[in-house]
Nanobody, 120 residues
Framework: VQLQASGGGSVQPGGTLRLSCTASGFSLGDYAVAWFRRAPGKEREAVSCIDDSDGYSQFFYADSVKGRFTLSRDNAKNTVYLQMNSLKPEDTAAYYC????????????WGQGTQVTVSS
């Protein structure tokens, strides 16, 4: 059972990246999936979440990324994507995905971090 985050890199301000959170050993479609980030010297911040627990997809975004970041889910690939556009230097952080099983029993998994660096 594994959750793997990937897609980080170094871009200039205004650039784009797409992060992937891929599950193996379990069906990611049964989980709410969130992205968090932690910048050096700062608290961990929740960035975005997709939650299907009410039978339809609900999307949540931090105010700091609203309008620039977009979540999507591809159940066939067992993957959740975070499309990041118009990146800013303040988006620089290690990004982590987290999967939280809807319903019972409760399981949750963390992916390893993927580094995003935005600088000129």
């Amino acid at each position: 059972v594994q959750l793997q985050a990937s897609g980080g890199g170094s871009v200039q301000p205004g650039g784009t990246l797409r992060l992937s959170c891929t599950a193996s050993g379990f069906s990611l479609g049964d989980y709410a999936v969130a992205w968090f980030r932690r910048a050096p010297g700062k608290e961990r911040e929740a960035v975005s979440c997709i939650d299907d627990s009410d039978g339809y997809s609900q999307f949540f975004y931090a105010d700091s990324v609203k309008g620039r970041f977009t979540l999507s889910r591809d159940n066939a690939k067992n993957t959740v994507y975070l499309q990041m556009n118009s990146l800013k230097p303040e988006d620089t952080a290690a990004y982590y995905c987290h999967a939280d099983r809807v319903g019972w029993p409760k399981y949750d998994y963390w992916g390893q971090g993927t580094q995003v660096t935005v600088s000129s």
